[in-house]
């Protein structure tokens, strides 16, 4: 398997454009979790999927901020109108639970470094 | 609220030595700790899991403990090397379950030659 993938790597935008990016999680992976890191801040658990329903999104910052999971290879994170403050490096991982092992360990993808101006 | 804490301020340590990293927690008793490695430009990997009711867990060159009286847990790398360097993250499972986690802000370790 290719691991997690998202793209783009590097997103450079205006304020007030909007932004998406995009994640493929690991094929049969049932979790989705997408992070947000900065120096200040670290990594903060944005939204959280299950089978492509969205758990808990109480991380998300504002509703500027919303993320869709339309099928189980797929998702996205859109911010709408985009901000200097936004800028960040967005991880998305996936995971899969199963009794037997009962944790998460989390696979994350190479991240979207995104740069508002 | 939730609280973790590892210490900011990078580890410099000499190669062949031992490293010792601190993972702190308040207002919670997690299931288990994990720990992940994180180098410059990617994503963090998964190292080490450590449940409630262990107290020590071993991976190569890799030992964790988990003291959940002192809610600390201590990762250690023995005869370091300078492909150790990295920075490592400390993650709880978070409050309310649901296998989300919750993580530090990390600690920056430099091996030197």
């Known amino acids: 398997d290719a691991g997690v993938i998202q793209s783009p790597r590097h997103e450079v935008t205006e304020m007030g454009q909007e932004v998406t990016l995009r994640c493929k999680p690991i094929s049969g992976h049932d979790y989705l979790f997408w992070y947000r890191q900065t120096m200040m801040r670290g990594l903060e658990l944005l939204i959280y999927f299950n089978n492509n329903v969205p758990i808990d999104d109480s991380g998300m910052p504002e509703d500027r901020f919303s993320a869709k999971m339309p099928n189980a290879s797929f998702s996205t994170l859109k911010i709408q109108p985009s901000e200097p403050r936004d800028s960040a490096v967005y991880f998305c991982?996936?995971?899969?639970?199963?009794?037997?092992?009962?944790?998460?360990?989390?696979?994350f993808g190479p991240g979207t470094r995104l740069t508002v101006l | 609220s939730q609280k973790i804490e590892q210490n900011s301020e990078a580890l410099n340590i000499q190669e062949g030595k031992t490293a010792t990293l601190t993972c702190n927690y308040t207002n919670y008793s997690p299931a288990y700790l994990q720990w992940y490695r994180q180098d410059p430009g990617r994503g963090p990997v998964f190292l080490l899991l450590?449940?409630?009711?262990?107290k020590e867990k071993r991976k190569e060159r890799l030992k964790v403990t988990f003291d959940t009286t002192l809610k600390q847990s201590l990762f250690h790398i023995t005869a370091s090397q300078p492909a150790d360097s990295a920075t490592y993250l400390c993650a709880l499972d978070g409050t309310g379950g649901g296998n989300k986690l919750t993580f530090g802000t990390g600690t920056q370790l430099k091996v030197e030659l």
């Open positions: 450590i449940r409630e009711n262990e």
């Open positions: 991982a996936s995971s899969l639970w199963t009794s037997a092992i009962s944790y998460n360990e989390q696979f």
